[in-house]
């Protein structure tokens, strides 16, 4: 959704997206793309003028969820793509997007219902899941003070919520098996792998070029296609990410299962702005 029609819809105060629009302003230039291309897109192109990440990779990035989204019988796009088929998709942003690393818009509900223990036992219901940290973050002085893209769609908010998830419950990221996480745009998912402390600094493009993010690598991202192939229904977005991870942990997530699943890490982020970041361990 364009953020200039959300803040449309305040007429008796300032938008609270007004800050965020004049930094991507700012920092990227209004090249007439919506800004949430503008916001994410910018946010690939800053790691790619540091770090040297490339188009090669972002189209990694989509291919792989697509693969995934094809074991998936409630993704939306099911349809597998290559790394080639997504750089010679239509050309949002020349050198740092196609239409393919961007999500669909998609329309969507979900309900949850979380219980103690005790109500579920009680009750003959599943508790071999449950939530062993959560952390919520909000924007800091970085947001606007760093002047980078980055830092304006929430890496640093990333950061310092799972920093707490992994320091309340004790472990590393490297003990996490399975990641259902923000992939709005193929360069958020970029970025967040560092942000998650899945991969060090700088080192996202070699983590997706040594397949460290999908099966038979370090860890499975969104093994449910991500809100790229799976779908964005904004608010429903969560909860899907908990429905999926909640069943690689249950041991039912069929084509898709994570052998040996036992720690998953969900991420979820809206701008203007707040991250959450929750752990879910298998009892």
Known sequence: MNAGAIGSVFEDRVSPFQAFDDATDDIVGDNGLPLALRYFGG???????????TMETLAKIRAKASRHAAQNPVALLRKVFTPEDVLADKVIWPGVMTRLMACPPTCGAAAAIICSKEFADKHGLDSSVFIS?????TDGPETFKARDM?????????????DQVYETAGIGPEDINVVELHDCFAHNELITYEALGLCGRGEAGKFV????????GKYVTNPSGGLLSKGHPLGATGLAQCTELVQQLRGTADARQVDGARLALQHNLGLGGACVVTLYEKA
């Open 133 to 137: 940290a959560q952390a919520m973050t």
């Open 150 to 162: 980055r830092e304006v769609v929430g890496a640093s908010m990333a950061k310092n919520a799972a």
């Open 43 to 53: 946010a690939g192109k800053a790691h790619m003028d540091e770090f040297g990440s």
């Open 209 to 216: 070029d040594d397949g460290d993010n999908t099966y038979g």
